[in-house]
């Protein structure tokens, strides 16, 4: 735990040449600046931030200085005290502190600006990948995180140890991301509700039919106000679609007919919490390595946490651009990795580049006639973003949807089985995100109008011969 027990509140940097009261901490590098506590408070609050700190007011131990009104013109003025605890400082004692703070004067009003709690619920590839950046991210910024990061890890024995105590003991996860070092304030916790306890930010990493069975464990047990953030790419499974199809308690505002549900609105029905999303042209071994890309954040409250989670993940080589059409951003995510197994089918029929290139283009038209059809309305700049067109390419030339779909089409061996040779317990979303689509497309009447998804499905089911794929793209809608 990081505490720092004798200092329970500290104002922003600027105003510390103001304080001379002996407990309050000399080194000014760990506290937030000026703007970035202004940025964090309300807008009436931020008007008030004009009057300078000029006096401190030692109120004996545990210390706390007060900024306070420069002129008797202001005296009647709300002072406001941006205040962020210490890290580790207990929710009774940040609570005494705010008491006392106001018995100095009602004039006086804190701002309390504890910093998140992040707990990674995931530890894959993706999820290891992702905790090397929220562990530097978090520890950077820690008047806005809290660098303690909890990552729930699903336990397993590897080369005789648990995983989890692998990963606390030699901070790297040798079975889903080996020879990577994890930050060491990245830590492996076995019990899902204790991991998520007390969390204001959920990072939901998991393959994504494990979401139903993780979110009801967590039913009751998240904080009220926290935010969760999904990097899932991939549908829910369809008895779960089905059942909030037609349920009338559901209040879906939207596609209660075609029974089209989002990983984020099933994260967010069964948790009663905000959810954004977070996708992008990101495999995750090259973003391990730290190799330069982007991602897209997509969220429908982009003025209260855009730029907090933006902050989140945002480093040097992982460049991240906030947009507001979050279910598009989710679409182009779950809907690449159909795509991407026809673009392996096609390297495993030797066909060459152009045709590649024509099956990832018309699995761009598809996807974007998908979206429009179940969401009316979108952003069409948002297919341009990372979670775009530059995911769509990466995964159809370097995924495992890829690679498993080539290898089922040169083997002949079943989708299963090849997944289970290359993939080292991984899984690929492709084949289960097709026989959503599919159905959703089945239950809509608008099978015709996606023959490449159809056909991917039907590939993957035995149902189609990967040879007939390229047949069914010849009349294909875009070409009409
Ligand atoms: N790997 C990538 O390059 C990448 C990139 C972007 C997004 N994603 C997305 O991130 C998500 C997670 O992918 P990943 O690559 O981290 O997964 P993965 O296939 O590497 O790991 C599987 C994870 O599932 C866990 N698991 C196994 N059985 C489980 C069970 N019964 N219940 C709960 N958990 C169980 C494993 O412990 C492991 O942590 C997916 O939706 C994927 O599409 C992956």
Redesign the pocket.
């Known amino acids: 735990m990081h505490s720092s027990p004798q200092t329970i509140f500290y104002l922003w940097r600027e105003s510390l040449p103001f304080c001379h009261c002996p407990p309050f901490p000399r080194s000014t590098a760990q506290y937030p600046s000026r703007s970035a506590c202004k940025s964090r408070l309300s807008v009436s609050a931020r008007a008030r931030l004009f009057i300078p700190p000029l006096r401190c007011k030692p109120l004996g131990p545990p210390s706390i200085c007060c900024t306070s009104s420069p002129s008797r013109r202001l005296l009647a003025a709300t002072v406001v005290v941006t205040a962020v605890p210490a890290p580790g400082s207990s929710t009774t004692r940040i609570q005494t502190m705010q008491k006392l703070i106001s018995s100095v004067s009602h004039h006086i009003r804190t701002v309390i600006m504890a910093p998140k709690k992040v707990t990674i619920v995931?530890?894959?590839?993706?999820?290891s990948a992702i905790a090397r950046i929220v562990g530097q991210t978090t520890q950077r910024n820690p008047s806005e995180f809290d660098p303690h990061v909890r990552m729930w890890?699903?336990e397993?024995i590897v080369d005789g140890k648990k995983l989890s105590e692998i990963i606390n003991t030699q901070h790297e996860n040798t079975k889903?991301l080996p020879g990577k070092k994890l930050p060491e304030n990245v830590v492996a916790v076995t019990d899902l509700v204790e991991s998520c306890d007390d969390s204001d930010i959920l990072i939901f990493?998991?393959?994504?039919q494990?979401v139903p069975?993780?979110c009801a464990d967590l039913v009751g047990k998240v904080k009220a106000d926290a935010t969760a953030i999904s990097?899932?790419?991939?549908m829910p499974d369809v008895p779960y679609s089905r059942k909030y199809a037609a349920s009338p308690h559901t209040g879906l505002a939207v596609h209660k007919d075609s029974g089209i549900r989002l990983i984020s609105e099933e994260i967010r029905d069964l948790l009663n919490v905000d959810v954004a999303v977070l996708m992008g042209a990101?495999?995750?071994p090259e973003v391990a390595n730290d190799n330069f890309c982007e991602a897209t954040i997509g969220t429908k409250k982009i003025k209260e946490n855009g730029a907090l989670l933006k902050k989140l993940f945002h480093t040097e080589n992982f460049r991240i651009n906030v947009v507001e059409d979050s279910h598009t951003v989710e679409l182009c995510g779950a809907l690449k990795?159909i795509v991407a197994c026809a673009a392996g089918f096609t390297d495993g029929l030797g066909y060459g580049d152009n045709t590649k290139a024509a099956v990832i283009r018309l699995g761009l038209m598809e996807t974007t006639a998908f979206v429009e059809h179940f969401y009316p309305g979108s952003n069409l700049q948002t297919f341009f973003e990372s979670c775009g067109i530059a995911d769509l390419i990466t995964t159809c030339y370097g995924?495992r949807n890829r690679k498993v779909c080539e290898a089922f089409v040169k083997t002949g061996k079943s989708i299963a089985e090849v997944e289970k040779e290359l993939l080292n317990?991984?899984?690929a979303?492709g084949p289960l995100t097709a026989e959503e689509v599919y159905l959703m497309l089945k239950n809509n009447n608008v099978v015709d109008k996606f023959p490449l998804f159809v056909a991917v499905h039907k590939i993957c089911k035995g149902e189609m011969k990967p040879a007939d794929m390229i047949e069914s793209l010849r009349n294909h809608p875009a070409h009409l």
């Open positions: 995931g530890s894959g590839n993706w999820g890890v699903f397993e889903y990493v998991v393959p994504h494990f069975k993780i990097l899932i790419k991939g990101n495999l995750a990795n995924g317990g991984q899984s979303q």
